[in-house]
């Protein structure tokens, strides 16, 4: 028998400090065409032979869409204080442009009502890359035209729902959409062409710049930021030329997005490296992209690991793997984090996406995934080494509640504290869930104690 998972944390998290679970739009709301939704790029690329690896799609998902209700009373169980999710453009608004969709607001409404009425604070994420279909096929985040939608489409969200919001996300990881989907084209929409990814992460930052500024001109009160996808980018070996090429690929995945936010410029490392792929940027576009932010998400998953030839092998450094082949390194977090705190001048930090697949299996009812308990044990205490080092960490939240479509893997890769059987659709809170469950609670006394001792003074 493995020994319990300790419960109360070498560190102490600030009581405003803010615990969540996280899932998006296109990976659990199925209801593909239901009440005049649109088509997403996803619900596209998913058609293409051979893009998704078991050939599914979002189709059913886990079927949020109708499921809702009971899902989020198993995130008003799990005790967290916040739920991040995310608006399904297409849902809204099918064609990206000209009409919104009245069915698809009042389902948001619906969950932002049952969140509060559970006393949920709701965390939004305007694009969580199911970008309509009809504004692909007018050139997609490669059109400059497509940032003016992006905005028409978070004022008119926010003027709905804003009043009710903690905190709006503009993008969800740009350089995934940039680079896995339009370089590598292994996401939505599957293009292979660097300038057009470049361009496109510069789109996604001036419309985040503009969002934020067209937002706070209507008044919104909620707390606005983006998400970024960043690692600690390291070299496989002592040569100059893994040096070189972790300093460019930490360039282009970390720098890339961090210094047009926090500095207004692009790293001219990078802008040199890319030669003719460099994006086109129009006076006043850098100004937009540096608007002050009230929070800053990270999704940290792994580290990266470079070589110059290539060929760095993840099984090299004997570090324990996640199903998807993905290094377990806890501490790669608190050096990351550091890092930027050093590098940058940030507004409070979030960890928006934390967790990990293993291969889970149904046993009588549970789901014993220990492994995914300890992960999640140590990259809290990751965070907790960031904050005692002085990084304004504010909150925390799990990838993801329940198994979900993951991208390009499929239904194969289980991400979720809640099990999700494929066949039923029935859901089953795993030993993780229950593990955080008894965490926050513990949390959630210290709180308490905390407080109480503050009005006894
Ligand atoms: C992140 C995505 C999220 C999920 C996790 C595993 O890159 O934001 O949707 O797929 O990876």
């Known amino acids: 028998m493995n020994s319990p998972i300790p419960l ?11 615990w969540g679970v996280a899932t998006s739009s296109f990976q659990i709301e199925g209801a593909a065409g239901a009440d005049g939704k649109g088509e997403s790029i996803w619900d596209r690329f998913c058609r293409q032979p051979g ?5 599914s799609n979002g189709d059913i998902a886990c079927d949020h869409y109708h499921r809702w209700e009971a899902d989020l009373d198993l995130i008003a169980k799990l ?8 608006v399904s453009w297409p849902r809204v608004q099918p064609l990206g442009q000209g009409a919104f969709n009245a069915p698809g607001l009042d389902f948001y409404e619906r969950i932002v009502d049952g969140l509060l009425a559970r006393g949920i604070r709701p965390y939004l994420t305007l694009n969580h890359w199911d970008l309509p279909q009809a504004l692909q096929d007018a050139g997609g985040w490669a059109a400059r035209d497509t940032v003016h939608r992006f905005v028409d489409y978070a004022q008119h969200v926010a003027a709905r729902l804003g009043d009710r919001i903690a905190a709006i996300t503009t993008h969800n990881e740009p350089w995934v959409v940039a680079v896995l989907g339009h370089e590598a084209g292994i996401f939505a929409p599957g293009i292979r062409h660097r300038g057009t990814a470049m361009q496109v992460a510069h789109h996604l930052l001036l419309s985040h710049g503009l969002a934020l500024q067209a937002l706070r001109a209507q008044g919104c009160r909620s707390r606005l930021g983006i998400v970024l996808n960043l690692s600690p980018i390291g070299p496989a070996t002592d040569s100059p030329e893994d040096a070189a090429a972790a300093r460019l690929e930490d360039g282009r995945s970390v720098r890339w997005y961090m210094d047009p936010l926090f500095k207004g410029e692009y790293p001219a490392d990078v802008w040199q490296h890319l030669g003719g792929d460099v994006p086109q940027v129009e006076p006043g576009d850098l100004e937009a992209i540096r608007t002050t932010m009230d929070f800053l998400g990270i999704n940290y998953y792994t580290r990266g690991v470079v070589s110059a030839s290539g060929a760095w092998d993840v099984h090299a450094s004997g570090k324990p793997l996640t199903d998807m082949g993905w290094e377990i390194v806890p501490e790669g977090l608190t050096e990351l984090l550091q ?4 590098d940058w001048t940030l507004p ?10 293993f291969r889970d299996t149904l046993e009588g009812g549970r789901v014993h995934d220990r492994e995914r308990s300890d992960y999640i044990a140590a990259h809290i205490g990751a965070v907790g080494d960031a904050l005692a080092a002085g990084v304004p960490m504010a909150g925390y939240m799990v990838w993801s509640l329940m198994d979900n479509f993951e991208w390009s893997s499929g239904y194969a890769k289980r991400f979720g504290i809640v099990h999700v059987d494929y066949e039923t659709l029935a859901r089953t809170p795993k030993d993780s869930y229950l593990w955080y469950r008894d965490f926050l609670q513990v949390q959630h006394a210290k709180r308490a104690a905390a407080a109480a001792l503050a009005t006894a003074r």
Do not use: K, Q, T
């Not at 109360?8 to 803010?18: A, G, M, T």
């Not at 890092?339 to 050093?342: P, Q, S």
């Not at 409070?348 to 697949?357: C, I, R, S």
């Open 339 to 342: 890092r930027m705190h050093r």
């Open 51 to 55: 893009a998704i690896a078991d050939g």
């Open 79 to 86: 005790g967290v204080d916040a739920y991040r999710f995310s």
């Open 348 to 357: 409070p930090l979030y960890v928006m996406e934390n967790g990990a697949a």
């Open 8 to 18: 109360h944390p070498r560190h102490r998290f600030p009581p405003d400090f803010v």
